[in-house]
T-cell receptor, first 113, second 115 residues
């Protein structure tokens, strides 16, 4: 069936270290992927996206890597800060006349001072 | 520009009661989505409006859930009668209607607790 899952439900990282959040997806037809960040009391907010014709995309302190061979997506956060503490969701978007977002279960990132 | 707003932010009701959640999308966004997240699980799709029409309601759990978007502006999601398993955070999201993939903008959600 269709599913997007995460390997680690909780990730604790020392402030200043790099964080890597992983995500596996199952639909090889998905052609677009997005990472969202959800802080406490807020809705998910867009962080970075990547299309299936790319394998890497960089933003400010964040990098998304896409490995289509093993259907794996990761979010790398450089020099993790306390403000990065949140739940991170990956989403795969299925192509078609109506674009459907399929979200993973989320990974909680805890930044330790 | 105002973001997606949802009301109420929290709702605590007893099993069997009725609750209505409201979502005001970003002005000009024709796409409106409802999602639900049960604690510790994924954000699950409920349904999708394009303007006032239901484009896809395949995620609606059962006929106790009714979503409307009269006039193609704000939307309501009614749960009647509520059951314990309906507890969770209900998110609304909106986006422009375009030919490509449009970014979803989420509201802060309504935390629903059914006791």
């Amino acid at each position: 069936g269709e599913s997007v899952g995460l390997h680690l439900p909780t990730l604790s990282v020392q402030e200043g270290d790099n964080s890597i959040i992983n995500c596996a997806y199952s639909n090889s037809a998905s052609d677009y992927f997005i990472w969202y960040k959800q802080e406490s009391g807020k809705g998910p907010q867009f962080i970075i996206d990547i299309r299936s014709n790319m394998d890497k995309r960089q933003g400010q302190r964040v990098t998304v890597l896409l490995n289509k061979t093993v259907k794996h997506l990761s979010l790398q956060i450089a020099a993790t800060q306390p403000g990065d503490s949140a739940v991170y969701f990956c989403a795969e978007i299925h192509p078609g006349p109506v674009h459907k977002y399929i979200f993973g279960t989320g990974t909680r990132l805890k930044v330790l001072a | 520009e105002a973001g997606v707003t949802q009301f109420p932010s929290h709702s605590v009701i007893e099993k069997g009661q009725t609750v209505t959640l409201r979502c005001d999308p970003i002005s000009g966004h024709d796409n409106l989505y409802w999602y639900r997240r049960v604690m510790g699980k994924e954000i699950k799709f409920l349904l999708h409006f394009v303007k006032e029409s239901k484009q896809d309601e395949s995620g609606m759990p059962n006929n106790r859930f009714l979503a409307e978007r009269t006039g193609g502006t704000y939307s309501t999601l009614k749960v009647q009668p509520a059951e314990l398993e309906d507890s969770g955070v209900y998110f609304c999201a909106s986006s422009h209607l375009g030919t490509g993939v449009e970014k979803l903008f989420f509201g802060s959600g309504t935390q629903l607790s059914v006791l």
